[in-house]
């Protein structure tokens, strides 16, 4: 929940991979920032009332007679604009300049050489090192427009048209391989659009116990929680704003980490004071999975069954008028809610896999927030460190990390090798060091020797990530004497395993969780 009367940045996205990150590197520097569609009317951006807006870059090249073009309202609202990479193509374009094919087409660092030094580019220095990804360049910039930096492939890396406010830069100074990118953001938004640093967890707080308040009065709630930061925060919030009125279900659906249907519920008990309602329903999400490898149809059917152990809860302890979860920004944005070019990635169980006929009206109050902003939300709220420091754990369990059927077998697996992992990275002292870590078991058998025996068993797949939000993430480079102990024990303890593999992909191109 958002005050309406903070300063905010608008980025329309374009379909860049990057999209999100330039709101969470505004946010960085305290100034709410939301993404929205590209093709949002210029009229609902009016009455948002930005300080400033932002168009990401995106695949299309300005030229293609389908590519993505903005409200023309939108350079009317009279507020400062800054375009990224094709934003900045679209500028020149809209203008009257021209963009054509590069002959050199440039990817990956490069050399920025700084013209002018103006409040774009105040206290960043001469030259640095910028992530450019393009083969379209700015061949004539338009009138009013002049050149404020380049590099050795793009003449106009960076232009800006002063009476207007509007500003293009070819590069990327939202991913971390541009130098000074940060300062760069923060000169728009701060600098150049006037928007006040006015966006922090301590306020969010605040604004969202007050708002809970009001929007719920004295309904009653259903909170469901799993254990992790995200349910766990919404828990606390409610909590805060309104006591007795909330009740937390806790549903075993067979796919938890090992022990974790015990943990959860006295966890909550014995370090919040919070009571939990646990429904075991393990067999009916088992047999619903039954037959079922594709992973979408796996998260559809979990999210209806979640429901359905909802509605059982509100027929036995209810009424209920409210449903509160601890969907996250991210979520929206990978299910393909917020409607803009970039694809479904997949569909969250919370988002997309919840039925249409769910008769609770749902709260979510972190549904703006990204992973890191919600950590920092739960240290303010005194979240226990055993509660604050637990990785991420997806909604639809061990379903999305066992890839093809879901069976008895590799449920097994999969929970008794991620115990494993686990556990070995506690003793290395690792485990705090990344954000998260796991086996994933699929189809694939090779065959292995036990006790001089020939055996035919699963494939086991680690996989162990640094992220800060989730949203992108690096393969951590464990010892290789690490790695080694994870995978013996693995396979001598784990029934049914001959082969542990690492896996080596980041995200992008991979995602964190196989399914």
Not at 342 to 364: D, R, Y
Request: aromatic share 8%; with cysteine; hydrophobic share 40%.
């Amino acid at each position: 929940m958002v005050d309406t009367n903070i300063d905010k940045i608008v980025v329309l996205d374009f379909g860049s991979q990057y999209s999100h990150l330039i709101c969470r590197r505004i946010r960085e520097v305290n100034v709410y920032c939301e993404l929205l569609p590209y093709n949002t009317p210029a009229k609902v951006i009016h009455e948002i009332n930005p300080k400033g807006i932002i168009f990401s870059g995106g695949p299309a090249s300005i030229y293609a007679s389908d590519s993505p073009i903005p409200d023309k309202q939108i350079f009317e609202i009279g507020v400062p604009i800054l375009g990224i990479c094709y934003g900045h193509q679209l500028i020149i374009d809209r203008f009257g300049g021209r963009v054509k094919r590069s002959d050199y087409r440039e990817y990956g660092s490069a050399e920025l050489i700084v013209d002018d030094a103006c409040d774009l580019f105040d206290r960043v220095g001469n030259k640095i090192r910028c992530w450019m990804s393009h083969a379209d360049a700015a061949e004539v910039i338009p009138d009013g427009f002049r050149t404020i930096a380049h590099t050795q492939n793009s003449p106009s890396a960076a232009v800006v048209n002063k009476g207007k406010k509007i500003y293009g830069i070819q590069f990327h100074p939202e991913v971390i391989h541009t130098e000074k990118g940060i300062e760069i953001l923060k000169n728009f938004s701060h600098r150049i659009s006037k928007a006040r640093p006015e966006w922090s967890m301590e306020s969010f707080v605040e604004e969202t116990i007050r708002d809970i308040r009001i929007k719920v009065r004295n309904e009653r709630v259903l909170c469901a929680v799993s254990g992790g930061i995200d349910s766990t925060t919404v828990a606390i919030l409610l909590y805060k704003a309104i006591g007795s009125n909330l009740r937390c279900v806790f549903v075993n659906h067979g796919l938890l980490r090992e022990d974790e249907q015990n943990q959860v519920p006295k966890l909550f008990k014995d370090h919040l004071g919070i009571d939990i309602i646990r429904v075991d329903a393990e067999e009916v999400f088992l047999t619903k999975l039954k037959g079922i490898s594709d992973p979408e149809q796996k998260r559809k059917i979990i999210g209806n069954e979640f429901a359905n152990s909802f509605l059982q809860i509100a027929l036995r302890d209810g009424p209920f008028q409210w449903l509160a979860q601890g969907t996250l920004y991210p979520d929206i944005i990978e299910s393909g809610v917020s409607k803009g070019p970039a694809s479904i990635i997949k569909t969250h169980h919370n988002v997309g896999g919840l039925p249409k006929g769910l008769n609770f009206k749902i709260i979510e109050p972190l549904s703006n927030l990204y992973k890191d902003e919600v950590r920092r939300v739960a240290k303010l709220l005194d979240v226990p460190a055993i509660l604050l420091n637990r990785h991420p754990f997806p909604g639809p369990g061990l379903a999305v990390r066992i890839i093809g059927e879901v069976t008895f077998e590799k449920v097994q697996i999969a929970k008794h090798a991620s115990k494993i992992v686990e556990d070995e990275l506690i003793c290395a002292g690792f485990y705090d060091k990344v954000w998260q870590a796991y086996a994933a078991v699929g189809d694939d058998m090779a065959v292995g020797v036990l006790g001089d025996e020939r055996m035919y068993g699963h494939i086991v797949i680690i996989r162990v990530v640094d992220s800060t939000d989730a949203m992108t993430a690096n393969w951590t480079r464990l010892p290789y004497d690490l790695i080694r102990d994870i995978s013996n024990r693995i396979t001598n303890e784990v029934d049914g395993v001959t082969w542990v593999t690492y896996a080596i992909s980041s995200k992008p191109p991979a995602t964190i969780e196989p399914q």
